[in-house]
């Protein structure tokens, strides 16, 4: 019972930054923006919030870090593809590739850096209690987070005006203009938005779930998050379930190998990626069920004077 609720737990803690970073992805594909810079973003934001507390102490203060530099990636990539309208995917992976580049050559001198002390989290009575305590109630305070944001945004995108306004942008930006929307700034701030969901992931990596800084640390979490949104056909409860399926994958190898399963340590490490693939190939084998969840005009560019 309690390797069951530990490896729960575990579970929770792993799939948080996945729940995130997706999350951040589906409101900028809600608004018709497909954004393949999720992995460079989440590297150079992991960097920063990792440099900010190693300089101040201060988890939040990193965190913020983290939330600012994956906004500040993401403006170029709003300003090119939606005032520009630079190809989506072509734009996206030239800001991946910038992440990931741009945080090795800037994080060298953190590699041998420790974070300071930090004091352990747990609701109190609640933390207490056998097998849910230590499965639920003694997880740092973004878990919780990143659950409550999936159900606001729920709440956000399905019964308000705001959420009907954006998810119209991303069905049919033609209409939304007509309508005297501001289109261009609408997917802007999605963008924006976006971006500083995929820092907060990047940030929590660094901080809490791995506190170290190492080249490439993110190790594809971009990428499944890119994967889940399809995988959760744009819905925030099915994207959070998804991640931590994903987060439950990733810990099932660290458990196997802790038992001595005869496995090569690859095969298992693979498993993560393996699920997604597969995943993806039972997700294709039904293209019509994706056209009818898929935001209508996703990638394609906006063009208000024609």
Request: charged letters at 10%; glycine letters at 10%.
């Amino acid at each position: 019972m309690e390797q069951s609720a530990l490896l729960f737990a575990a579970s929770l803690n792993s799939g948080t930054a996945l729940a995130l970073a997706a999350l951040g992805l589906l409101i900028n594909e809600r608004a018709g923006i497909v954004n393949l810079g999720a992995e460079g973003m989440m590297l150079c934001a992991a960097l920063a919030g990792f440099a900010t507390v190693v300089h101040t102490g201060s988890m939040p203060l990193g965190l913020l870090a983290g939330m600012l530099a994956g906004a500040a990636l993401a403006a170029p990539l709003g300003w090119l593809t939606i005032w520009l309208n630079t190809n989506q995917y072509a734009t996206g992976l030239a800001l991946s590739l910038f992440g990931v580049g741009f945080s090795a050559f800037a994080g060298t001198a953190y590699v041998q850096a420790k974070l300071p002390e930090q004091a352990q989290f747990a609701v109190p009575l609640l933390s207490e209690l056998p097998w849910f305590g230590p499965a639920l109630f003694r997880q740092h305070p973004v878990v919780y987070l990143a659950i409550a944001l999936a159900l606001a945004l729920v709440w956000w995108l399905y019964r308000t005006r705001a959420g009907l306004v954006l998810r119209s942008v991303g069905e049919s930006p033609e209409s939304a203009h007509a309508l005297g929307y501001p289109v261009r700034w609408i997917r802007f701030a999605a963008v924006l938005a976006g971006g500083a969901l995929c820092g907060l992931a990047g940030a929590y990596v660094s901080t809490v779930y791995t506190p170290l800084w190492v080249e490439g640390m993110i190790a594809g979490k971009g990428w499944i998050a890119l994967a889940l949104t399809t995988f959760a056909t744009w819905r925030p409860t099915r994207v959070l379930l998804g991640a931590y399926l994903f987060g439950a994958v990733t810990m099932v190898q660290f458990h196997l190998q802790g038992q001595g399963v005869n496995l090569p340590s690859q095969a298992l490490t693979m498993l993560p990626y393996l699920a997604t693939i597969l995943v993806l190939v039972l997700i294709s084998r039904n293209p019509r069920w994706i056209r009818i969840n898929m935001p209508a005009s996703l990638g394609k560019p906006f063009y208000p004077g024609a």
